[in-house]
């Protein structure tokens, strides 16, 4: 008797070659990343045998450390301010993934023809939901491409490398030197280091198959998401407070302006949830307070930042220190 292919397995195959030959006669390929690494040592280590010829960066008005590392893959820093984003669209840019924890500038990009895709992602790695996203964008969005974090050293070449392998097709030593010896991604993040050189990638069934819509703003789901980034970017706020208002050595991308942005973006965020409206007004008032307070703390870091005073800086952090921990110990932690 014949042997016949499962329905659903029949739906993903036409699917994934309906996708394909969409993707070649918009003239993209999709490599298959090379296999992981096995490392003897670190991923760090392994980024320094495959010697690349030097390379200055291109940067330009609110454009920094900006690497082509191909054809379709750029690697910067956040574009600053509308010039910026001229700049990229000069480029022949098509697409521009953000994986900084603030949202990004989506309208001015759109009025240049630029696409925004924002996936936030961390310093020690990207989640495999964060993963799939990123591999996908590379295969189904327009390139060029222009990937970015806050200072484009750490979390977006890492990104970039990611579209390396899986749009590329490059090796995966030749990805992590690319992050090391052009973007300067420091040996302090070794956790996006290793999972370039020895970390599974999706491949294209898999990408395929995931349901990502390409956001320009990236969206918590739910209160409970909200407040885990919440906690990440307020320890890094403590963190660069407790050390004069400056990245700590073991984590030296995070910038006070950059982290408050990210606080009080994400409590407006949380505003609009219905667990903000429709909750405990009690809990809603103690929201209120902390959005409040994240705002101050939002604008006293950029004062500080052009008249050195750090001093309305560190009230402001004190405040809203204090505005989460009557919450906390009002709502969460009995």
């Known amino acids: 008797m014949p042997r016949t292919t499962p329905l659903p397995t029949l739906i993903l195959l036409t699917a994934l070659l309906g ?13 298959a990343a090379a296999a992981p690494l096995t ?41 600053d301010g509308e010039e910026a984003i001229a700049a990229i669209a000069a480029m022949g840019v098509k697409t521009i993934l953000s994986v900084d924890g603030k949202a990004p500038d989506a309208a001015t990009a759109a009025r240049y023809g630029l696409s925004y895709v924002h996936v936030p992602i961390q310093y020690r790695g990207m989640a495999a939901d964060e993963l799939l996203a990123i591999a996908k964008t590379f295969r189904e969005q327009p390139g060029p491409f222009y990937v970015h974090c806050f200072h484009g050293k ?20 030749q990805a992590v030197a690319e992050m090391r010896q052009w973007c300067g991604t420091s040996p302090k993040y070794e956790g996006l280091y290793r999972q370039i050189a020895a970390g599974d990638m999706p491949d294209a069934a898999q990408t395929a198959a995931f ?119 009002a709502f969460r932690n009995d």
């Open 39 to 79: 490392l003897e040592g670190s991923a760090y280590e392994l980024a320094g045998e495959v010697l690349l010829p030097e390379a200055a960066p291109r940067d330009g008005a609110g454009l920094h450390n900006v690497f082509a590392l191909s054809e379709q893959i750029i690697s910067g820093g956040e574009p």
């Open 154 to 173: 750490h979390r977006g070449p890492a990104a970039a490398a990611v579209g390396r392998l899986v749009r590329d097709g490059v090796p995966r030593d």
């Open 211 to 329: 349901a990502f819509d390409f956001p320009s703003a990236h969206e918590p789901d739910g209160m409970r998401q909200l407040m885990v980034g919440l906690a990440r970017a307020f320890d890094n706020v403590a963190a660069m407070a407790d050390n004069g208002w400056t990245p700590p050595v073991d984590h030296p991308d995070i910038d006070p302006a950059n982290e408050a942005a990210i606080l009080a973006g994400l409590m407006e965020r949380g505003a609009t949830l219905d667990a903000f409206e429709r909750g405990d007004p009690a809990l809603s008032a103690g929201l209120s307070t902390s959005l409040s307070a994240s705002h101050s703390l939002r604008e006293a870091v950029l004062a500080a930042r052009e008249q050195g005073d750090w001093q309305p800086a560190e009230q402001a952090y004190r405040a809203l220190k204090a505005s989460c921990n009557d919450c906390h110990s």
């Open 19 to 31: 996708f394909v030959a969409c993707a070649e006669r918009a003239g993209r390929t999709l490599a």
